[in-house]
């Protein structure tokens, strides 16, 4: 079963945090196959990347960016790379509490052929802000996901909400989001390696957070 999904993580200078999340992720699923994604950390995550990898080589392949391409464009890098049929993201500032999860995630994937993802749904308004009604999303922390289809929605892109337009064209098409409480099984700290180094979105970020306030 778990050779058909590919655990992504996905780095930027924050080898404490990664180290945690891949641990208390093995803790659980020690023979899931894994792809760490560096964003061009110039610190020491690269060595530690390296030390995981090569305890378990077999499990572990590593996916290293020259630069900073942010968290969309290396996700989307992620699901053109990864060769299994699904695809679980983990953000690095998680610790998984509790396993049990992975197995009715793909079944409940599994059971229905326009199922695209699975996850915690939040729902946000056009520009991808937190709202009460709105547009129905997977929370990309910790979320599973069919590789075959995305090739047919928006790549996922450098956002507050880089799977804005990818999940909104996918469910104009027929595809469906299902609802799982992974927040049950895996903590997450919200913002790890942003109120480090920011979202880095510059004055679209800026435009769009003043958009909102205004109700645009």
Known sequence: MFDKIRIVVINFQTPDLLKTAIESFRKFYPTSKMMIIDNGSKDNSREVIERMRRAIPKYMTTLLFDSNIYHGPAMNQAMNAAKEEYVFFLDSDTEIKQGGFLEPMLAKLESSATAYGIGRQITVNKRGFSAKTGITLLAP??????????????????????????????????????????????????????????YGLGWRGKIDFVLNKLGF
């Open 141 to 198: 922390a910790y979320m599973m996901l069919r590789r075959r289809p995305y090739p047919n929605f928006p790549p996922f892109e450098h956002h507050g909400q880089p799977v804005l337009k990818n999940f909104v064209v996918a469910q104009q098409m027929g595809y469906t989001l299902k609802s799982f409480p992974i927040e049950n099984f895996i903590d997450h700290q919200w913002r790890g390696t942003a109120s480090r180094f920011g």
